[in-house]
């Protein structure tokens, strides 16, 4: 086995497009959101984040972001790496580094609602 | 165990190519997406900041209004802008349409137009 995308691309395709369409929609509401309601100041962030619906919106935006990034990764990889070895470890840190950002942008999000 | 040799034919190289716009349009695609990752990092750096308190945003906010803060902002939502158009393309295509060469260089330029309006339009609204 090559671990290239052979036997899982139809889910790939699937899952990319799937995130594809909600960002369709989210990144939009995320870009001309931020654009009205941040000046710069730390008043006018706290204060865009305090509506949960923003806060949850923001969340759920960065997580599917992350999911895609994720998938859009894999396919360079699997495009260009042609060493089997070297392919799964830099799959595997790309798993991870998500991981990782969603985990502490989740963090950050829930201290900004609920933290002191 | 080492995996068998690749044996499979590579598709042809890039500098055969001359360039032209659904290539262009296609590599660009690529960059774009690989361009939004430093804008996902950018975005939980910044909540972080955020959650940190006010000294660290006031640090982070004073590096995004810097000029080079404001030129790779400015590429993010470039890049966004690009890829969101590109995206539209693709799934376009998924349905089976749009692959005319007549039309596919049409919607290539549209993508690169976009890219370029997103970022005037978004910087105009927020000093509006």
Redesign the interface.
């Known amino acids: 086995?090559?671990s290239k995308a052979a036997g899982h691309g139809t889910g790939h395709f699937i899952a990319e497009?799937l995130s594809?369409?909600v960002?369709?929609v989210l990144?939009?509401w995320f870009?001309?959101s931020a654009?009205?309601s941040?000046d710069?100041?730390?008043d006018s962030?706290?204060a865009w984040?305090s509506s949960p619906y923003t806060c949850i919106g923001?969340g759920v935006f960065?997580v599917i972001?992350?999911y895609h990034?994720r998938l859009?990764?894999q396919v360079?990889a699997e495009d260009y790496l042609?060493n089997?070895g070297t392919r799964r470890l830099v799959l595997g840190v790309n798993t991870l580094i998500t991981l990782l950002?969603a985990a502490?942008?989740v963090?950050?999000?829930y201290?900004?609602s609920f933290?002191v | 165990m080492a995996a068998p040799p690749d044996t499979r034919p590579l598709s042809p190289h890039l500098q055969v190519w001359r360039p032209h716009t659904t290539m262009v349009a296609s590599i660009s695609n690529r960059f774009a997406g690989a361009g939004l990752m430093v804008g996902a990092f950018a975005l939980v750096a910044w909540l972080w900041a955020l959650a940190a308190g006010p000294e660290d945003f006031a640090n982070f906010t004073a590096l995004l209004k810097s000029i080079p803060g404001q030129i790779v902002l400015f590429l993010i939502v470039a890049a966004a802008g690009y890829h969101f158009a590109a995206g539209i393309r693709h799934l376009v295509w998924d349905a089976g349409r749009g692959f005319s060469p007549k039309v596919a260089d049409l919607t290539g330029w549209g993508a690169f137009v976009f890219a370029v309006l997103t970022p005037i339009a978004i910087w105009a609204l927020a000093g509006a």
């Open positions: 086995m090559t497009r594809a369409v960002l369709l990144m939009p870009i001309v654009a009205l941040l710069g100041t730390y962030a706290r984040l923001v960065l972001s992350l990034m859009g990764v360079i042609d089997a950002a502490v942008g963090y950050a999000l201290q900004i933290g």
